[in-house]
């Protein structure tokens, strides 16, 4: 990763094959227009995809009803609780 290469971390491993793979890229021709551009930002060195497990992903705790212990986990990992 270069300094000037956005990280973008995601738990969804499909999506950063995909995202990552050219391969795959000509079997995927029914996704959406938005996920090829991110392709193309992946292949040009612009975004990097890193894989985060789905317990450490803090965009959960603003997207999704959670169970307490997710919630009492992710608001420990961002540094809003001691507990």
Same mark, same amino acid.
């Given at each position: 990763m270069t300094s000037n290469t956005l990280l973008v971390y995601?738990?969804?491993? @499909?999506? +950063?094959? +995909?995202?990552?793979?050219?391969?795959?890229? @000509?079997r995927t021709k029914h996704i959406d227009i938005r996920h090829h551009f991110i392709h193309e930002l992946v292949e040009n060195k612009i975004v990097e995809i890193s894989h985060v @497990?789905?317990?450490?992903?803090?965009?959960?705790?603003?997207?999704?009803?959670?169970?307490?212990?997710s919630f009492l986990n992710l608001i420990k990992f961002i540094g809003l609780s001691e507990y």
């Amino acid at each position: 990763m270069t300094s000037n290469t956005l990280l973008v971390y995601c738990d969804n491993m @499909s999506s +950063i094959n +995909i995202s990552e793979n050219p391969i795959q890229h @000509s079997r995927t021709k029914h996704i959406d227009i938005r996920h090829h551009f991110i392709h193309e930002l992946v292949e040009n060195k612009i975004v990097e995809i890193s894989h985060v @497990s789905s317990e450490k992903q803090l965009a959960d705790i603003f997207i999704k009803p959670l169970d307490l212990n997710s919630f009492l986990n992710l608001i420990k990992f961002i540094g809003l609780s001691e507990y």
